[in-house]
């Protein structure tokens, strides 16, 4: 498999290159990232010499650069994006460029490929929030941030790519992830990070807005399920089954790290904030995939990564 992953100097996405080049030797990924804030190229040190991979420092939206990445690729997984919700309520421009106008760019160029697979990476946030029950893959998509409005735009683009052009494309949508090398300014390990550094955390609202988390290891292992398995033209829920209020999940984080209650600091609701996230997962479910990791055993993994690698986050922090 010849792979081109966009965003992969991302937290996902280098995760996701990791765990490609360890489990197939003949899989050679072209990494196509433009190095905004969130992308790190010390993501991947560990395999910048792997003779499998190779990067280019890139946009997505310059349809020159995103051309030639494709040149010598069958597949496309589409990772790249503004992806924080806080970040696009100050300001969405970027995420519209980005997300609606950059997947644009790379399903045109997809075009004029020969591209066999092309896998746009999404989020549960399309949906919107629900009270009860849980959205399957057929429901409607109803955005309320900046940046899901963003991704709901990048998801319908792609799917008409398919309706029009005949385009295989298929998406994935998936919960919230947790794990190694994510951007201190995402929950998890904003509130590790902090309590390292004796500082409280902020918790939005009364905190019961529920999230379901799944380990990143999990969201990659779907996408590569996808990738083998999925038809295109079709759309694939990614979840991780452990739904929690924000205040749970802050509750886990203080015991893991052994501080009490007075580290947290409630701070005014975010925008907009949607209640709950929930996914229907019955589809991966009845084609063979679900996720592995226990949330328990991964959130502890996660936080003793960031006890064990202060070095990655401390400079992002400053
Ligand atoms: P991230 O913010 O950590 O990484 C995004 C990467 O994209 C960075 O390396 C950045 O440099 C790169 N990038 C941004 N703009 C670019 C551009 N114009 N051209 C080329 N590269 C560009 O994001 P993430 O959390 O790894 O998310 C990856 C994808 O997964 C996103 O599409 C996101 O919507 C989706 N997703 C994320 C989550 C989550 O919980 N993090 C959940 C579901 C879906």
Not at 225 to 235: A, I, P
Request: include cysteine.
């Amino acid at each position: 498999m010849k792979l081109l992953v966009t965003g992969g100097c991302g937290f996902i996405g280098s995760n996701f290159i990791r765990i490609m080049l360890e489990k197939y030797s003949d899989c050679e990924i072209i990494n196509l990232d433009k190095l905004t804030y969130a992308g790190n190229p010390a993501n991947l040190k560990d395999i910048d010499n792997n003779p499998n991979y190779s990067f280019i420092k890139g946009d997505i939206c310059d349809p020159h650069v995103s051309n030639v990445a494709m040149e010598n690729v069958d597949t496309v997984v589409h990772f790249a994006a503004e992806s924080h919700v806080d970040r696009s309520i100050e300001d969405g421009s970027v995420f519209i460029r980005t997300n609606v106008l950059g997947t644009n760019t790379l399903l045109n160029c997809a075009l004029d490929s020969d591209i066999k697979n092309f896998i746009h990476v999404s989020t549960d946030e399309v949906y919107g929030s629900i009270e009860n029950g849980s959205f399957a893959e057929e429901d409607n998509l109803n955005p309320s941030s900046p940046y899901s409005s963003s991704k709901a735009g990048s998801d319908l683009l792609a799917m008409s790519f398919h309706t029009t052009y005949g385009l295989p494309v298929s998406i994935t949508r998936c919960t919230n992830n947790f794990g190694p090398y994510q951007y201190p300014e995402k929950l998890i390990p904003l509130f590790i990070t902090n309590l390292m550094e004796g500082k409280q955390v902020p918790v939005y609202g009364t905190g019961l807005n529920v999230r379901d988390w799944i380990y990143v290891d999990d969201h990659c292992s779907g996408i590569d399920f996808v990738l083998n398995n999925g038809n295109s033209g079709e759309l694939y829920n990614i979840g991780g089954g452990s739904e929690l209020t924000n205040l749970e999940i802050t509750h886990r984080i203080l015991e893991t790290l052994g501080k009490d209650e007075s580290m947290i600091r409630y701070v005014e609701d975010r925008k907009g904030h949607d209640f709950r996230y929930s996914l229907d997962c019955t589809k991966l479910k009845k084609m063979g995939w679900k996720p592995k990791y226990d949330f328990k055993a991964a959130l502890s993994n996660t936080v003793k990564w960031y006890v064990e690698n202060r070095w990655w986050w401390e400079s992002l922090k400053q």
